[in-house]
Every structure is written in structure tokens, then in C-alpha cells.
């Protein structure tokens, strides 16, 4: 995933440059900027690859 999300609706005065986080490996991931905690939803595939 990578933050800050599009759903997010962050305004130019609050948004941060694009991080990509790995969800993948433990099931969340938290953004360094903003604080933002990503968690995969149960019972979603994660990505190819992982």
C-alpha cells in the first residue's frame, strides 16, 4: 500500500511525500509521516509475491 491514501482526502498543507508501506509481512504497517496504521482486512489475499 502507499500513503498518504487517495481515500484520504489529505489537503496540500497536511499531505507528506509517497511512502510505500509492506502490509505484506505482518499484516500493517504504519506511515512515518502521518502516523496512518494500514492493516489487511481478514481473509484478503496478500500480495503476489509474499
Same mark, same amino acid.
Given at each position: 500500500?502507499?500513503?498518504?491514501?487517495? !481515500?484520504?482526502?489529505?489537503?496540500?498543507?497536511?499531505?507528506?511525500?509517497? #511512502? *510505500?508501506?509492506?502490509? %505484506? !509481512?505482518?499484516?500493517?504497517?504504519?506511515?512515518?509521516?502521518?502516523?496512518? #496504521? *494500514?492493516?489487511?482486512? %481478514?481473509?484478503?489475499?496478500?500480495?503476489?509475491?509474499?
Amino acid at each position: 500500500v502507499f500513503c498518504p491514501s487517495p !481515500r484520504a482526502d489529505m489537503q496540500l498543507w497536511n499531505n507528506h511525500p509517497k #511512502v *510505500y508501506l509492506d502490509v %505484506a !509481512r505482518t499484516g500493517q504497517a504504519k506511515c512515518p509521516y502521518c502516523g496512518t #496504521v *494500514y492493516r489487511l482486512q %481478514a481473509g484478503a489475499p496478500a500480495p503476489a509475491g509474499h
